[in-house]
């Protein structure tokens, strides 16, 4: 129902977003997009680059007056850099000579195509290489690095505002660990950020990057979502590969996950319970919202592990492909950690994924009529809640 596609290179002119099954109504603006692409942009581990890279954004179709259309939405980001990238990134030919000469000086030489042969470990540069026949890693590393995530945040913007306004959705997001910093152990959120910076200063002094983990939580979540009938109609399912569909993203789990291993089945499940006036509930919510593929009414609960980012600033030990010979990786501008913006991008993958979700159950034309099919869905569970079926 609700898909998207991304379209643009880490230095081409732009990026776009095409959003497509976003029923008519939605309230949604650009300033709205800035202020989420501002919170992918910053964050304790940023560089150099997301300080000079502003994100201009212009919605280009299915948004008049502030609301959706029902036609698909076309984003569009601008590269605030380009006038340094526009002849190396040139789509019409050029004279490749000049890449290396004065013909684009503000381009760092380390950037510049001809550096391009050493092949970084944990990027896409290698594999893209072998896999296109490419004798450098500049068209891999310009389509698979992580700068196509600000367009996945354009969509997810959208898709949390039609989240919000159908069915009170909302979806929150956190860093609960950064390397060896855990949420759990700071006495609060203030604590914990002061731990993230040194840990992020301390691991740029040694050359080092740093992972963690990310947690979304979307809450009032419609009963219903998703379907135990097949693998393909599990919320679960659809959630994880949406979230595991994001750069550098290596495990992830939905409530307990990971931690279900160790834990006795007596304790691993949400009872079920009557509440004071004899309705349904639960009193823990282990499975993270979903159980059967079919998302619960509890809080959707989702986490992930982000890898330490690839690109160290030494450069980690490759082969050069022209020469043959051991060599340090081309190393990039590059970032300390990409776990807070990661986290951003990863509420964008749930909501759109959730989003989708509703489409398939209350319709996808106009918010109007979702909302009257989500409202007659909502009496109907709670009629089945609070007063039971007859069997
Ligand atoms: C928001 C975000 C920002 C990232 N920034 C960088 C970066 O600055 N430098 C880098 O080497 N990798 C960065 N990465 C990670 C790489 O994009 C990713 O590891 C690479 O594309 C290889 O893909 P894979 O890890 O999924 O195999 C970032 C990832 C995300 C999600």
Redesign the pocket.
Known sequence: MVHYYTAGESHGSKLVTLLEGVPAGVEVQTDDIVLELAK?RLGTGRGDRQKFEKDAVRIVAGVIHGKTIGSPIAIEIENSEWHKWDKIMSPDPYDSSALNSQLQPNVPKKERSSQLVKPRP???DLEGMLKYGFATARNVLER???RE?AARVAAGTVAKKFLEQVCGTTVRYQVVQFGACKRQDATDDNEFMQLCENAALDAKKRGETIGGIVQVIAEDVPRGLGSYATGKTRLDAALSASVMS????KGVEIGDGFALATTFGTEAHDHIVLDEFGALTRTSNHAGGIEGGISNGMPVVVRAV??P???VPGGLPTINMQTRTEDSAHSQR??TS?VF??SV?ASSMVALTLADFVCSKFGSDSLEEITANFKAHQLRIRNLVERGVDV
């Open positions: 992918r944990g990027h896409a698979a690095s992580a995530t994001i750069q550098a993203f982000v890898k980012i690839p690109s590059s970032d990409a913006p990661a991008v």
